[in-house]
């Protein structure tokens, strides 16, 4: 597959990265000579020096006959700009990135389609829904909802008071076990775990379920005595932080604390009245114990800078917040992050890169999520008829190791999957893989 990334930054490096070891045939085109010198001698792919919005550049890296084509330049128009001359000029399918939410509306996709933008990738609204599924609960590093939420992904820590430590996972329950184990995360080691696995103290443990089981899941993994998340404080005043506020369910009191004063008189144009803005230093803790740090039952780190989101997060922890996310954009720190014990972890680059990668996929795949901690993946695949997935029981499938079917919703109704459960066409099958595997998997899916 060929692949054109048009843009250097963050999200397009990165991603650049994770295609490379696929084996595909990856360009990676931008301006500045120098953002591209660190890669083309360490990774599998082509650098390219050009302007994506020039014609002479696009023929240069072969446009004509490529199969996927993103731009993700810091420029929204040029990113638009660049699909529409790369489709006209023989793509296949394009995607650019964006900063108007406006554009993802519904009622204008098949005006960007015709124009020859097959998708639109906004990372600060996938970062800002992520921040806000993860908080709702205190009690929750992850939470992922499959299909309106019939099927439900939670990832929590254990702690002490955990009901399921040191218990071999096949004596946990028979065939009717509302749940589904699908990753262990202990240490910098991610497990797809098997009947002889067990649990240990301060594992994250990755559990499918239905709705109704989980207050049965917060129940085994300790966490009843978690508070629910009524108060909310931001520090940072970013992009994020504006579309977290305006996500953020009606019950959520929100405040952010912002240091330029400049960027609170925007916020509070931006934003309605049910958000506090703060104009103030966010890493005074006098300040956020003035606003009621000690009363909020999750604090959310959005600044610029990871170290200080990382340290901020920690600090909140041992003031008695519950609930703690760190935007870290350093890949390099996140490992640091999972070690301090900080809460939750948003990655802007990540979550764009996994809603890119589904565009890779042969089979029809709904959902991809990457796990930022748990380097892995989760995908909805939805089944064709006659494909191999359903040919067999599922412990009959042969499924890769570090590969494990988490549940599937049928007619509408989540089901948690068991060694004997039959796949049906048109069922939605939710897939956990180690990063990088679901190559491996979409094959059972064709």
């Known amino acids: 597959m060929k692949i054109i990334i048009a843009g250097a930054g963050a999200v397009g490096t990165h991603l650049a990265k994770l295609l490379s070891r696929e084996k595909q045939d990856i360009i990676l085109m931008d301006e500045v000579e120098e953002r591209l010198a660190p890669l083309s001698s360490n990774f599998d792919l082509m650098t390219v020096v050009g302007s994506p919005t020039s014609i002479n550049g696009l023929q240069e890296v072969g446009v004509d006959n490529a199969d ?4 993700v330049t810091p420029d929204e128009s040029r990113n638009m700009t660049a699909c529409i001359l790369a489709h006209s000029m023989g793509a296949q399918k394009t995607v650019a990135r964006i900063d108007n939410y406006e554009y993802l509306l519904p009622k204008h996709k098949e005006f960007f389609k015709k124009l020859g933008v097959d998708s639109l990738i906004y990372p600060e609204m996938l970062a800002a829904k992520e921040i806000v ?17 019939a099927l439900i992904l939670i990832g929590t820590k254990m702690r002490k008071k955990a009901e399921i430590l040191n218990i071999p996972l096949h004596q946990l329950g028979g065939p009717d076990l509302p749940y589904h184990i699908v990753a262990i995360k202990r240490g910098n080691d ?26 049965y899941i917060r129940k085994i993994a300790g966490k009843e005595e978690y508070p629910d998340t009524r108060n909310v404080m931001i520090m940072g005043g970013s992009r994020i932080a504006v579309r977290t506020a305006q996500y953020a369910p009606d019950y959520m009191q929100i405040k952010i604390i912002e240091n330029d004063l400049a960027r609170c008189n925007r916020l509070t144009e931006l934003l309605d009245d049910k958000t506090m803005i703060i104009n103030g230093d966010g890493r005074d803790f006098s300040l956020l114990e003035e606003e009621g740090l000690k009363n909020t039952e999750a604090f959310v780190a959005l600044t610029d800078n990871s170290e200080t989101n990382i340290l901020a997060c920690l600090a ?46 042969d089979a029809d795949v709904s959902n991809v999520k990457c796990l930022t901690f748990a380097n892995a993946d989760v995908a909805e695949f939805i089944v064709k008829e006659g494909s191999k997935i359903t040919q067999h029981l ?50 059972f899916f064709n």
């Open 190 to 215: 991610t497990i797809i775990p098997r009947g002889d696995d067990e649990i240990k103290l301060h594992d994250v443990v990755y559990f499918t379920t239905t709705r109704k089981y989980v207050p």
């Open 68 to 71: 996927l084509f993103i731009a």
């Open 133 to 149: 599924s993860s908080v709702r609960m205190s009690w929750v590093r992850q939470w992922w909802e499959f299909c309106g939420g």
């Open 316 to 361: 909140a922890k041992r003031m008695g917040v519950h609930k703690t996310v760190a935007e870290v954009e350093n890949v390099d720190y996140i490992g640091m992050a999972d070690s301090l014990d900080i809460g939750t972890v948003i990655n802007k680059k990540f979550i764009s890169a996994s809603h890119i990668y589904q565009m890779m996929l």
């Open 394 to 443: 599922v412990k009959d499938l042969g499924l890769p190791k570090g590969t494990t079917i988490g549940g599937l919703i049928r007619n509408g109704e989540g089901v948690v999957v068991m060694g004997n459960t039959q796949i049906l066409p048109g069922d939605h099958v939710v897939v956990f893989c180690l990063s990088m595997m679901i190559k491996k998997i979409e094959k």
